[in-house]
Every structure is written in structure tokens, then in C-alpha cells.
């Protein structure tokens, strides 16, 4: 499907820059509705099955979690992982970065298995197509530790004192 005219590509990657630039500066209220018509742009332009449409749902995605509203961004970040494995396949470096953020956010839900499945199999694919040395490898390997260490508090947290240790048994290990 080509650009419904030239000006459209340009439209949807500046509302995403500024929609970008608003979220770092803190401004995640006028941040959401330009992600939103930039995304609603590359559907109509693109598709919804497009790569560009994969990275504007991790963009408001990123945002929704960032506004607490961990249940609007999952179906977002799942969305934008399908598209990016069925598109670029399954070992492209932006599906990895699509697993990653969907670990995080999985993470940040409480579901540290899922979570590290994903981080692993992000950083697999990272490992083999940018290399070990390379920023967003550094990134996903430093979340899988970040994740293991959270993990770790977890299982203290559950062994520390006498009462916990009985319940240790109903106790189903994470990971």
C-alpha cells in the first residue's frame, strides 16, 4: 500500500516526534492525543499491519504505561509484537525491541516468567543480529538483570521471617 500522498509519511513522523519530545519533557497529556492521530495516520496510510503502525502502538503504548494505564498498554504491545514478527519476522532487531517492551511492561505487572521469556528471547535475537556490544543489546541484557535481581528481593522477601517461611511451601518459584 503506498502513502496516500507524500505529505501523510511526513505528518505522521513529525505528530510522533513531537508526540516523543512532549512525553520526555513530561507532558504525557498532550502527548497522547498526537500519538494517537499518528498512529490512526500510518493505519490508514499503511495499514494496520504495516511496521510503521507496529512502532507508533509501542509509542502510545510506552505512554499509556507511563500514565499507570497498564491495562490500555498490553493489548497495544502485543499488537505491535505481532505485527513486527508476521512482517519483518521473528528474529528482526525491531521485534526484539517489541519483546522487550512487552517484558517490561509484563514486569511491571508482576508476571516475571512471561516476562523473562521475552527479555531472553529479545536478547537472543539482538545477540545474533546487532551483536553483544551494541546500545539496545546492552539495554535488554541490563533489563534481564534488573528483572533476575527483582526476583531475587522476591524470594528473600517470601523466605525472611518465620510466618512467611511456613507459607514458603505455597510458594510457586517465578523463575
Same mark, same amino acid.
Given at each position: 500500500? %503506498?502513502?496516500?500522498?507524500?505529505?501523510?509519511?511526513?505528518?505522521?513522523?513529525?505528530?510522533?516526534?513531537?508526540?516523543?519530545?512532549?512525553?520526555?519533557?513530561?507532558?504525557?497529556?498532550? %502527548?497522547?492525543?498526537?500519538?494517537?492521530?499518528?498512529?490512526?495516520? @500510518?493505519?490508514?496510510?499503511?495499514?494496520?499491519?504495516?511496521? @510503521?503502525? %507496529?512502532?507508533?502502538?509501542?509509542?502510545?503504548?510506552?505512554?499509556?504505561? %507511563?500514565?499507570?494505564?497498564?491495562?490500555?498498554?498490553?493489548?497495544?504491545?502485543?499488537?505491535?509484537?505481532?505485527?513486527?514478527?508476521?512482517?519483518?519476522?521473528?528474529?528482526?532487531?525491531?521485534?526484539?525491541?517489541?519483546?522487550?517492551?512487552?517484558?517490561?511492561?509484563?514486569?511491571?505487572?508482576?508476571?516475571?516468567?512471561?516476562?523473562?521469556? &521475552?527479555?531472553?528471547?529479545?536478547?537472543?535475537?539482538?545477540?545474533?543480529?546487532?551483536?553483544?556490544?551494541?546500545?539496545?543489546?546492552?539495554?535488554?541484557?541490563?533489563?534481564?538483570?534488573? &528483572? &533476575?535481581?527483582?526476583?531475587?528481593?522476591?524470594?528473600?522477601?517470601?523466605?525472611?521471617?518465620?510466618?512467611?517461611?511456613?507459607?514458603?511451601?505455597?510458594?510457586?518459584?517465578?523463575?
Amino acid at each position: 500500500m %503506498a502513502w496516500a500522498s507524500p505529505g501523510v509519511a511526513h505528518t505522521a513522523t513529525s505528530l510522533n516526534n513531537l508526540a516523543s519530545l512532549l512525553q520526555a519533557q513530561g507532558d504525557l497529556a498532550d %502527548a497522547r492525543p498526537l500519538y494517537e492521530r499518528a498512529l490512526a495516520i @500510518y493505519e490508514e496510510a499503511l495499514g494496520p499491519q504495516h511496521p @510503521y503502525t %507496529a512502532q507508533a502502538l509501542n509509542n502510545l503504548a510506552s505512554l499509556l504505561q %507511563a500514565q499507570g494505564d497498564l491495562a490500555g498498554a498490553r493489548p497495544l504491545h502485543e499488537r505491535a509484537l505481532a505485527i513486527n514478527e508476521k512482517a519483518l519476522g521473528p528474529a528482526h532487531p525491531d521485534t526484539a525491541v517489541s519483546l522487550n517492551n512487552l517484558a517490561e511492561l509484563m514486569q511491571t505487572q508482576g508476571d516475571l516468567s512471561g516476562a523473562r521469556t &521475552l527479555f531472553e528471547r529479545a536478547l537472543a535475537i539482538l545477540g545474533k543480529t546487532l551483536g553483544p556490544d551494541h546500545s539496545t543489546t546492552k539495554i535488554v541484557a541490563a533489563n534481564v538483570a534488573k &528483572l &533476575l535481581a527483582e526476583n531475587r528481593r522476591r524470594r528473600r522477601k517470601v523466605g525472611g521471617g518465620r510466618s512467611r517461611r511456613r507459607r514458603s511451601s505455597q510458594y510457586i518459584e517465578i523463575i
